[in-house]
Nanobody, 122 residues
Framework: VQLQASGGGLVQAGGSLRLSCAASGRTFGSYAMGWFRQAPGKEREFVASIGRGGSTIYADSVKGRFTISRDNAKMTVYLQMNTVNLADTAVYYC?????????????????WGQGTQVTVSS
């Protein structure tokens, strides 16, 4: 599976942004997908995950503001980011795991896309 993330950019605090991650491969529908992020000087951290059946989990820091979704026909996973704040500034990565189940651990994901930069301004 190859992953291509896009949609990053500069957004004002309180604004919204939608990230996309396009996947290649015929088995996209059987993979659970995740979003992670890495802020400057910090370790990469979990953001959200969506399972094959649409179940989702979120990091506490984004719960209620971010929404992960997937379109299996388009082989794309999305991260809708609302009410962003300065702490959301990071490089965002999408990832896929060979399982139907959601997961928050980086080690659970086998495939990673390149990052897309999100910068929140005050």
């Amino acid at each position: 599976v190859q992953l291509q993330a896009s949609g990053g950019g500069l957004v004002q605090a309180g604004g919204s942004l939608r990230l996309s991650c396009a996947a290649s491969g015929r088995t996209f529908g059987s993979y659970a997908m995740g979003w992670f992020r890495q802020a400057p000087g910090k370790e990469r951290e979990f953001v959200a995950s969506i399972g094959r059946g649409g179940s989702t989990i979120y990091a506490d820091s984004v719960k209620g503001r971010f929404t992960i979704s997937r379109d299996n026909a388009k082989m794309t996973v999305y991260l809708q980011m609302n009410t962003v704040n300065l702490a959301d500034t990071a490089v965002y990565y999408c990832a896929a795991r060979s399982s139907m189940m959601v997961a928050a651990a980086e080690s659970a994901y086998r495939y990673w896309g390149q990052g897309t930069q999100v910068t929140v301004s005050s």
